[in-house]
């Protein structure tokens, strides 16, 4: 405090030197994605022990002694099973290679019943759990580098994805509406309701309180129709009017809005409970299943307001009070918004957004497949029971494994999300880890999917919120449909999980909050006391909400309670809203106090110096953590300097973290013109580089390296942080800014020729072939033969040159068009079982074919056998690509292009030390891009080269143009970047000074090899016989409508013939003129004669058309005229 | 204040460098050693040409051409990057290869290793010629197996208690052919630098490779260029418009590259910048960010005197490749000028049939 005191009044706060440092502090502590592991630990370790005790009874029908007990639920390490009930400990590198799925068996322990005894059971095991890489059950969490690399995994790989079958899923994270939050919102028409959407472990609902003519209606999609809120009132037992008043508030302008529903009640001569509880019965919608007793409407009533309404609003013994008092605070702030408009709540703010991990859709998964497979085993037992059997029923024979196994594994595969109890069908949650770069792969991994429609074009959910500030980069979004939907996190971004609500609970009770059940109505709606909720509940209210603040606020900083509760007051809504759910966005700030922040320089310097951790930061109240609500009621300084004594509460870390892993890489975002950015961020995935240091290792469908991957000169802290230094994705090219040869037009590059032979732009292509050999039910099985020998030379055939003598193909050789990798043969019969053993079953070639037009060379080999036992064979392809005329490359501000021209060495310009750029871009790509930060890129770049050390691009931050240019003129460069060249060509120098230096450049992935095409003959599709379309199937280019239209127009004639019917499906049939018929062999089979028979030539399609409608009972007839005539 | 004195005749021999852009006015060739009539003369050109040798070593040469045109400069600079030829890895039989280093990629670092041999001994090797001669071949091996250094004591650093980690371009042997041992000692053939890294490899790693080393010109691909560049540049001139004095001189001092700008004392005890030596400038330009000195001085470029510098890659010494640039202009103008004649004669022919 003495600190504070010396300080002179309006003296400004000194900066803190290396503030930064906290940034990789805090990532070292949750790793750059946290949220994923996080969530997925907190499933596997606690919430699945919640959901198996809440469904841990199973009994049957048949027997009331029976009865199955869970005790406890584990999941255990990673493991495979290779047959004889051996298994053995996997990595997850072994999976990928194998095709196997990584996952830990799940057990549980279990008392049931067994005749009349009482069996416990432990340790039974009931599935497999697919494993999160690096979560708390993984093999890598906690190895040191060297252990990693032993296991095959690279160190800087981040996790948070599974492997199943082989494949690397990512479940992408959810963005959802948040649950139990009451949201005033305007319908299209223009009327003012309140939603409320219900989520409890057993139901999901949504309730609106509607405004129709004046009056307030209940809806509810269990109900038919609209209920008059009048009447639920009286149903959930508050008859007297007045009280109804006073629940929902007693000022003059509330009572009058209200006054006309609680007449409603009155002419509808509804009075007492049971009389609205019969009229609720009679609308509510009958139950398809007649599952259960019937019940009388007036019970169905009591129970649906009781468990199905409002479902999240606890209600014990058909005690409706909070209930009640909810449903007046619902009306209540409709009735509100409708006097001021302000009080409608933003459905696009990010503070009524929750986002859905993959524990959480985990856990909804395993719930819904534990539920089935408790389901099942209550079938069994009830068939089982009755019977009478010599061998005593035993449930645990009946339990099967693959149910849920196979439950999760295929959910995570396709990415289908169904759960039935919840009526929910979600497709695409998963997807294919992508691992172009390192950089699309941590990506994917902060990647948020959004639930709304991307068809729909609305505005609202697409732009950027205010609310999203920190939480969600600003930049990262894609082009096109998904544009504002598909999110990503930003860099210090937590998702909070779950914290039991009643500890929370009874401290505020502790700070004074009043128990809304011991309150009357009228209190709520009291001008003095502040309503207090935790998670959507109502607690209680309180007059003294400042107290009620810096109690929970204060206990959070001392860590008495978790971290991550938040609490936050509206002071339009006049309540203060604790929240402890899962799926908030957090993230963390320095805490300031009297105008000071509470982290000191000496506390820098010893996180510096390694004597201090994050942790230490947030157990000593220095850091705390907020959400986006409370975020939003903070007074959050971006710097020192803008701290303010009176307001400010919190201090930025550092401003950089605010975008998110894509957009860290761009060098001087801020001044660059931000579509630009957002344009990186979608290249930065396409570039090729390092996708980790394994990657030698893997055996990938299709993988992109460089040959000389390269450090940018000019870094960000973002790139240090996520180790793209150790896995860049680019090289340094020395760029000169000028147009040459008029080829470097519409953003084309001209390419130094001496560059790409020493190697810039060399990339490696890696592709696999597989193959598996299979055993069949018949007992035969997939066999490989040796080469082919040619039985006149003697030498083995051109096609199976690169076998060896096993029939697979070598290492290092060089594979043509249509070689064989594998000369595999499947046999003929896999079905019936073979009767006569002595004969040879018949094989069928079935060989794997190389295919492509550029030869590729065997890296690798594998042969090993994956989940079914099965031999499976995976050959690593290589090709090496230099950079040619077509390729795309792009820099590191959205400015892509494709080569242009290859020039020799002595044809490019050279400056007065005789450096000759390896790439020149045409300045035109500069006025109406306005990327200043490439131009700083280069400035800096050049600098960092001349003084040997790499220069800073941080956003709002990094190297100042004014140290980059002094530190040019200390090498005796124009402060300006700008050189003295000469031409290549002529050797006259040039008129103008060239801005030159180096940037760094990606290789994209789009190289002109992989999509040249032409085609003069080739195949055609079976039906149509026209030619095939598209690359892979060596189609022909079509002359498409529009096409036509021009060739019409100009009236080709002729070209249109050839065209669209010689060169395509030209096809001879015979007609009969005078049946009008098509007639075959010059024979009319329907006159019966050849006299009127002409052959004449049409397009086949125009021909099946004709015999197509025939088969519909449609005759067409061809009339033919002789053109003369 | 002087004003600056470059104008049309000045235009003729100097390229003014101004703040934004360069004045370079006339056509290098304009003018320059006419004879009354107003052709180009062969004498008088050869009375003024010069060349100066300023620098020279084995790898590195700075010499100034004096009075002579861009193009001629700039040929032969073309010619030194692309047409004069050296010897080159260029075929790379892989028998083995168990490096992490792919094939192609380990035949393309080979082949950017540049040799001592001398491309003038060799002849050029046919195309479809598959092994090659003693006049056009050279042939290596590179055979290096990691292994386990059994007599390294278990607590020395891994780097000692493994052999051959690193393959370096000395472990490149050559492997005489025909008489090439009675005419070359390895020295002569040999990788240049014997430090350079090929590959890194761990214990149970090994390569087994073949290297034939070809003549080639630079065209063709960049590891046959003989030099690692050549350039010249323009011979800068300052010319101070007025005097500069004290503060400003020192400051003028900073604006250019060490030693271009000298300072005296004058008789009023004043310190007085003058231009002691603009060759080494960098011609930054620097000064004109000072609005104070903007008008004090005047950058130019001397037209036709060219400073030219080649770095060679180690093969040949930097002037005998200049010598061997010229040596190719001179054949490929006697080839054209043969050409030409050949084509007059049959043109003569076809008239006359």
Redesign the interface.
Known sequence: MGEVRDRKLGEPVKSLEEKWKLVPAFLKTKGLVKQHIDSYNYFINVEIKSIVEANDKVLSDADPIFCLRYLNIKVGKPDVEEGFNMSKNVTPHECRLRDLTYSAPITVDIEYTRGNQKVIRNDLLIGRMPIMLRSSNCVLTGRSFSELAKMNECPHDPGGYFVVKGQEKVILIQEQMSRNRIIVEEDSKGNIQCQVTSSTQEKKSRTNVVVKNGKFYLRHNTLTDDIPVGIVFKAMGIVAEQEIFQMVGVEQTVVEKFLASVEECHRLNIFTPNQALSYIGSKTKQKKFGGGEKKTPVDEARDLLATTVLAHVPVEKFNFKVKVTYLALMIRRTIQAQINGKIIDDRDYYGNKRLELAGSLLSLMFEDLFKRFNWELKIIADKNIPKVKAAQFDIVKHMRQDLITNGLVNAISTGNWTIKRFKMERQGVTQVLSRLSYISALGMMTRVNSQFEKTRKVSGPRSLQPSQWGMMCPSDTPEGEACGLVKNLALMTHITTEVKEPAIAQLAYNAGVEDIALLGGEEISSPDTYLVFLNGNILGVIREYKRLLWVIRTMRRRGLINGFISIYPNHIHRCIYISSDGGRLCRPYIIVENGRPLVTQKHINQLIKGVRSFEDFLCEGLIEYLDVNEENDSYIAVSESNIEEKYTTHLEIEPFTLLGVCAGLVPYPHRNQSPRNTYQCAMGKQAMGTIGYNQ?NRIDTLMYNI?YPQIPMVKTRTIELINFDKLPAGQNATIAVMSYSGYDIEDALILN??SI???YG?C?VYRNAKCTLKRYANRSFDRILGPLMDAATGKIIFKHDILDKDGICSP?EKVENRQVLVNKSMPSLTQNPVNNMESQPEYIEVPVQYKGPVPS?I?RVMISSDSENSNLIKILL?Q?RRPEIGDKFSSRHGQKGVTGLIV???DMP?N???I?PDMIMNPHGFPSRMTVGKLLELLAGKAGVLDGKFHYGTAFGGSRVEEVCDEL?KH????QGKD?F?S??????????IYSGPVYYQKLKHMVQDKMHARSRGPRAVLTRQPTEGRSREGGLRLGEMERDCLIGYGASMLLLERLMISSDIFNIDVCNQCGLLAYSGWCHSCQSSAAVSSIEIPYACKLLFQELQSMNIVPRLTLKNYCD | MAKSNFNIDRAKTHILMKEKSVANLLPSEDGLYLNEDGHWDFDKWREQFQIKIVKRNSLEMEFDLIGIQAAIVNAFRRILLSDVPSMAFEKVLIYNNTSIIQDEVLAHRLGLIPLKADARQFEYRQPDDENGTDVDTLKYKLKVKCSWNKNASPSAPLSEQQVNTNVYSSQIKWLPMGSQSNVYKPDDVNPIHHDILIAKMVPGQEMDIELHAIKGIGRDHAKFSPVATAFYRLLPEITLLRDVEDDLAYKLQKCFSPGVIGLQKTKSGNVKAYVSDARYDTCSRNVFRHEDLKDAVQLERVKHHFIFTIESVGALPPDVLFIEAVRTLKNDCLDLLQKMKNMKKSGKKKKNN
């Open positions: 030698r040959v020729k001496a032979d020493r190697g060399r490696l290092g060379y890296e290589r090496t020799e060495q002595e050279f007065d030390s005789g000759c003129i005796g460069y124009n402060y003295y000469y290549g060509t002529t050797g006259e120098s040039y008129l103008a000074y």
